[in-house]
């Protein structure tokens, strides 16, 4: 008879239904939204179940004045830094410039009532409308057809918001963790080398230029180009330069003068549009925006355009486009939040720029999402909700009402030197050196995206980037680390050897510790390691027995 307290009893195995029902809840649902309200009352739970969905109806009913005239401030002070760069933005998706300011009017609003963030100011981005721009420059001529290609940048947006709002409500959010933080700052790094490069064209008065933005092509057409170039614009694109590199050293020098940095880019508008209107600047070599009509967002519905031929570079632009602007704008968010001891939802953020991306395509705007620079202006400015996005939308309706034609005459030299400006500040060399200081492999991939955008094109930059990253997650887990672990002297806790050599080996008795669970990809690996460890331990165990025995004798 089997002596009890020698056998061991197993609990019945789950079902596999169970199990996947388990697995499926972790990864979509680890924050259990709706747990907090499962036992209330049938109407508290419509109540609270929209309020989760539509946040603006949990935060607006404890809104009160003294958070208001934050906010006002907050509002007016993105929008004197949303209005050149609107513009700017536009010009470098080689859009008409109403569009860049039409994009920072109904998209805040939207995003005032479905976001989470408090932080966040809504505004166009320049890696975005540069890939735009690129992708689709490849199918139609912004110059030969410039209709056509606006109607394209509208129904690439349209599908912007489609996959934005089906990953937020499929809840798909883990797909941005494949874009690592080493990721985003090589992709990052090298857009702004190549979008500063291409501000060449503006700084230099160039007429012709190429479409390319690879950085070779880019310097080859600036020097190709060397009979047109302006001195006229080259020393006032020095000179806004300069004011602008400066306003942005006194905000980092002190940080309570942030308005200095923000408005900066207002004040080049405005002394750029007086010296064009008063000194006749076009006779002297400096180009301007030209015409902006007044009025509000006309509907551009009937302007998407579903037609076979370019629904596929449509479709690649608003999928690509609206991954990388996610990413950015929620790690953006997440990271202001986190100062302020906040918390955000990833998969509310990216209904909610799905939802201002879709309406956006249809009231004549491009994409859009929460850009740093904008963000930062914007917690500075003293931001506490989001209603600062909607005194920006009032500022920029008025803008668009009564104030629009002023800036036809800001110069496109005064735009190059703020999108350059704002670019440089994009470049993190500290970040790169702080990478090759802790992970060569994460070097390695955030190398892959700078020098793979900077030489290629931020496809093959990016593909390049995440490939490297796939491919070290494959490592780990195919190739897991196995350490032998030893006792800690004078304790219950077991450490590496090789990192703690006091430790103590436990007598016949060899303790692995495996880097990855076990599964079939690496269990060959594995017990290859293990006998080959077992082998070196029972090597070791024998030769201590034969020295001990001839001590002995």
């Given at each position: ?330 790690a953006i968010g997440r990271s202001f939040a986190i100062i302020k001891n906040e918390q955000i939802d990833g998969n509310k953020e990216m209904i909610a720029y799905g939802f201002m991306n879709i309406i956006g395509s249809l009231t004549s705007c491009y994409l ?38 002023i800036f036809s005459y800001t110069p496109l030299v005064a735009l190059a030197a703020i999108i350059m400006s704002a670019m440089l500040g994009l470049i993190n060399y500290e970040e790169m050196y702080h990478l090759y200081k802790v992970d060569k492999f994460d ?111």
């Amino acid at each position: 008879m089997t002596d009890s307290k020698h056998t061991v009893n197993f609990t019945t195995p789950r079902k596999f239904i169970k199990t996947f029902k388990k697995d499926c809840k972790e990864t979509f649902f680890p924050d259990d939204p709706f747990g907090k309200f499962r036992h209330d009352k049938p109407l508290q739970k419509i109540k609270k179940t929209i309020q989760y969905f539509i946040p603006i109806f949990e935060w607006l009913p404890r809104y009160n004045l003294h958070l208001f005239r934050y906010d006002v401030l907050a509002g007016i002070t993105i929008t004197s830094l949303a209005i050149p760069q609107g513009i700017s933005y536009a010009k470098l998706a080689d859009l008409p410039p109403i569009i860049g300011l039409y994009s920072s009017f109904v998209p805040p609003l939207i995003y005032t009532v479905f976001g989470s963030s408090n932080n966040l100011a809504v505004g166009t981005v320049a890696a975005c409308s540069l890939l735009m721009h690129e992708t689709l420059g490849a199918v139609v001529s912004s110059k030969d057809d410039p209709t056509l290609y606006l109607h394209l940048i509208y129904t690439s947006t349209f599908f912007t918001g489609i996959f934005q709002t089906a990953l937020g409500f499929c809840r798909l959010g883990i797909l941005v963790d494949f874009l690592s933080h080493s990721t985003i700052t090589g992709f990052m790094g090298g857009t702004a080398i190549i979008i500063s490069l291409q501000q060449m064209k503006g700084i230099l008065g160039l007429k012709n230029f190429t479409t390319r933005t690879d950085v070779v092509r880019v310097i080859q057409a600036i020097f190709h180009n060397r009979n047109e170039w302006k001195w006229q614009s080259f020393v006032a694109g020095l000179v806004f330069l300069c004011f602008l590199q400066v306003a942005r050293y006194v905000r980092q020098r002190k940080p309570n003068l942030f308005w200095v940095s923000a408005i900066s880019p207002m004040a080049v508008v405005a002394v750029g549009c007086l010296y064009a209107y008063l000194g006749h600047g076009e006779q002297h070599g400096i180009a301007i925006v030209g015409d902006l009509k007044k009025g509000l967002n006309p509907s551009s519905i009937h302007y998407l355009n579903f037609d076979s031929r370019y629904l596929p570079a449509t479709i690649r632009a608003g999928v690509v486009t609206g991954l990388i602007s996610m990413v950015e704008g929620i790690a953006i968010g997440r990271s202001f939040a986190i100062i302020k001891n906040e918390q955000i939802d990833g998969n509310k953020e990216m209904i909610a720029y799905g939802f201002m991306n879709i309406i956006g395509s249809l009231t004549s705007c491009y994409l859009t999402t929460g850009p740093f620079s904008k963000t930062a202006v914007n917690v500075n400015s003293g931001c506490k909700t989001p209603m600062a996005n909607v005194v920006q939308g009032f500022c920029m309706m008025l803008t668009l009402l009564f104030l629009a034609p002023i800036f036809s005459y800001t110069p496109l030299v005064a735009l190059a030197a703020i999108i350059m400006s704002a670019m440089l500040g994009l470049i993190n060399y500290e970040e790169m050196y702080h990478l090759y200081k802790v992970d060569k492999f994460d070097f390695a991939i955030c190398m892959a995206a700078f020098f793979g955008v900077s030489f290629g094109s931020m496809d093959i930059g990016l593909l390049l980037s995440v490939g490297l990253s796939l491919l070290r997650a494959l490592l780990y887990v195919a190739r897991p680390a196995a350490c032998k672990l030893g006792r800690l002297p004078n304790t219950s806790l077991y450490r590496d050897t090789e990192q703690y050599p006091e430790t103590m080996s436990l007598e016949g008795i060899l303790v692995l510790q495996l880097g990855s669970p076990v599964y079939f990809a690496n269990c060959s690996y594995i017990r290859e390691r293990d006998q080959t460890l077992v082998r070196l331990f029972v090597f070791a165990l024998c030769l201590y027995i034969c020295m001990h025995a001839c001590i002995q004798c």
